[in-house]
């Protein structure tokens, strides 16, 4: 290992970056881009207000009552709609995906249950319905609960189950909170593994490598090289990433560390993937392809967008094989709940992939030919 | 004097497979220190082969081949830093200054180089501050030569140094290549350009399917192997033809319906001129001389180390 080339290596490598201003651009401000675009679309739904379409048939104040109640206590955006409309042709010829129907008699049945306690008094509410619409079942839950809500002050008796919730963290976490950490070990596995694998196969196919080893430069000092450019690319984008994550959504995230020790573990486990993966691709145009086939597996298992609860349980066991979803957890671990014990357990993992696919990226690693 | 004084490459028995195919088949060769040896063969002869064996970076069969007196196969270290090599279809680092390119190489081999000087021996100090990517063919070619160079080597390697290129950066290149021998380097140069090796060579191999069937100076090497004159004959009609035919000398008509004929001697040349005159034919055109390396080659392996248009044709 020889320093001196190391870094005239390193030099070259940063200057041709600098100069290469599509990759540039590609490498930071992509995942800042994921950033205010995913950040943006879930920092609304925190605040998020459902539209909803009601036709009163009966007219009454009571029914106008309950439609106010629906407005406050379910974050509606209410739509009336002309009691002498069909229900089901509104809903879809108006592309709404729910429209609840308050039946005539409404305010009459009111008056039997609450003022004379006739207890076979009651009505029903219809939701008219598109079950093809995603967020429809979210809507029918919200309107359930203040069904549920109104029917227990008609009761007029207390309830006796409640809930309390209490959260083991000082504070609640927001979306982006659990998403910047995601998009810094995937942009740091994909600028690691696509710097090493589109530029040694480039490098390799033109011959550059093959002039390389009549220097004095060792197989070695290029890999050094390789990773030291690597991390240095990775530490300037998560700056980025992460000042752009404080100025814009004023984030709350923990910064120690684990951080550039994440980063490393990162640069490492996906230099030496790229290594690997090198050798077995011949020409610059496929390295891009064979780079993608494995990195976009990584980011959408993994649980860099979101968690992997939310996958389908055989998805969960995969998730937890691969290397990216150990960055995630151990980042997270150390950035959201600084949870040192678990960001251990995820080095741990992450370190032991690290060393081996390294070693295998220095074997795979054709320096001189026919070797 | 010691043997490592006398020859700066030393070959002995070298043979390179590559499964059932034998690229170098147990070729022997000596390359004197100060001398330009140039390799010589057409594509696939085994040319590049045997240099990368004797640059350290292909390993070998079988065979023995040592550098400045050190074994290829373990001194690596140490060759590599009085060795310089342009390998074939050089390239470098696409968006690195040509200055920028040489520092770089300097820094890899530790050692104070005068940037300036090797610009302007290779004539690139109007391209110093250009991006190697904007360079031209042969301007890349300079400057893999000068890279070659920064660390003042013993020996030069050059893996076919003009191949791809147009006549004129041919040429410029040839300038370069003349400039490394007046300084007295050792240079090892593989080409299948036989003007190349006339111009530069002190020694020239021949290699053909991994063997080398003849070595020697280019001038030997034609004394040896085409000791006759080429006489080429521009014909007014088809009765010269005959007539050349008649004297049992054996024309051949080109592609361009030229009467290509070997003779001995001068005065076989004078025979015929005499016979056309005195038949009344004529002939627009006329050229004697002695054969080239292209010949040579010819002659020995019974192909052509490149094909070029308008080459004879059988009678």
Do not use: C
Request: net charge neutral; no cysteine.
């Amino acid at each position: 290992m020889n320093p001196r080339i190391i870094f005239a290596n390193l030099i070259v490598k940063l200057t041709g970056f600098y100069r290469e201003k599509t990759t540039m651009f590609f490498t930071f401000a992509f995942p800042i881009i994921l950033i205010l675009v995913f950040g943006t679309i879930f920092m609304s739904q925190d605040s998020m207000e459902y539209r909803l379409s009601v036709q009163d048939l009966d007219q009454t104040q009571a029914s106008i009552d309950a439609v106010k109640t629906l407005e406050t206590k379910g974050k509606f955006k209410i739509t009336t709609v002309d009691p002498a409309i069909d229900a089901r042709q509104y809903v879809m010829d108006s592309k709404v995906n729910l429209l609840l129907v308050i039946p005539k008699g409404f305010e009459k049945y009111l008056i039997q249950r609450t003022t004379f306690n006739d207890n076979n008094a009651s009505v029903t509410i219809t939701y008219v319905y598109d079950p093809s619409s995603s967020s429809v079942m979210t809507k029918i839950q919200i309107l359930n609960a203040v069904l549920a809500g109104i029917n227990q002050r008609i009761a007029g008796k207390p309830p006796f189950l409640r809930s309390a919730e209490r959260s083991i963290l000082t504070r609640k976490y927001r979306f982006i909170e659990f998403f910047v950490p995601g998009i810094i070990a995937m942009s740091v596995m994909t600028l690691s593994l696509f710097g090493t694998v589109d530029s040694d196969t480039e490098l390799r196919q033109k011959g550059v490598i093959r002039k390389l080893s009549t220097t004095p430069i060792t197989r070695t000092d290029w890999i050094l090289s390789n990773i030291l450019y690597n991390f240095t690319l990775a530490v300037i984008s998560t700056i980025a990433m992460l000042l752009v994550s404080y100025a814009v959504f004023d984030v709350s995230l923990h910064i120690d560390a684990w951080l550039p020790a994440f980063v490393l573990l990162d640069v490492f486990a996906f230099v030496g993937t790229g290594m690997i993966l090198t050798r077995f691709v011949k020409e610059a145009q496929s390295a891009a392809a064979a780079a993608n086939a494995i990195s976009y597996p990584l980011m959408f298992l993994s649980g860099s967008f979101f968690p992997i609860e939310l996958m389908p349980g055989l998805l969960q066991k995969i998730a937890r094989t691969l290397p990216l979803f150990y960055v995630n957890e151990g980042l997270r671990a150390s950035m959201i709940f600084q949870d040192n014990l678990a960001a251990l357990k995820a080095s741990a993992v992450i370190g032991v992939y690290a060393a081996v696919v390294f070693v295998l990226g220095i074997m795979a690693t054709k320096w001189e030919e026919g070797t | 004097m010691t043997k490592e004084a006398e020859y700066a490459i030393e070959v002995d028995r070298l043979t390179k497979r590559y499964g059932d195919l034998q690229a170098v088949n147990d070729i022997s060769f000596n390359v004197s220190k100060g001398e330009v040896f140039a390799f010589l063969g057409p594509n696939g002869a085994g040319k590049t082969t045997t240099v990368e064996i004797i640059e350290t970076i292909r390993p070998f069969t079988s065979g023995r081949v040592t550098l400045l007196g050190m074994d290829v196969t373990k001194k690596k270290r140490d060759i590599v830093q009085r060795i310089g090599v342009l390998p074939q279809g050089f390239s470098s680092f696409d968006r690195i200054t040509v200055r920028e390119t040489l520092q770089y190489y300097s820094r890899l081999f530790n050692v104070k180089t005068d940037i300036d000087g090797l610009i302007e021996l290779v004539n690139l100090r109007d391209k110093a501050k250009e991006q190697y990517k904007n360079l031209s063919g042969g301007l890349k070619q300079r400057l893999g030569i000068a890279i070659a160079l920064v660390n003042d080597p013993e020996v030069v390697f050059l893996d076919e140094p003009t191949t791809g290129l147009d006549p004129r950066a041919r040429h410029e290149v040839w300038e370069v290549l003349l400039g490394l021998k007046k300084k007295g380097k050792t240079v090892f140069l593989t080409t299948h350009y036989m003007e190349e090796a006339e111009l530069l060579a002190d020694t020239v191999a021949i290699i053909s399917k991994g063997k080398i069937i003849a070595m020697g100076s280019p001038v030997e090497l034609i004394e040896r192997n085409a000791n006759y004159l080429a006489l080429t004959l521009r014909p007014v009609d088809d009765k010269v033809f005959e007539i050349v035919r008649q004297m049992g000398l054996g024309p051949v008509l080109d592609t361009h319906k030229n009467i290509r004929v070997r003779v001995e001697h001068t005065y076989d040349v004078q025979k015929i001129l005499n016979a056309i005159k005195e038949s009344g034919a004529g002939y627009l055109g006329l050229d004697v001389r002695k054969p080239n390396l292209e010949e040579v080659f010819l002659k020995l392996t019974g192909e052509a180390l490149r094909e070029v248009p308008g080459e004879m044709e059988t009678e």
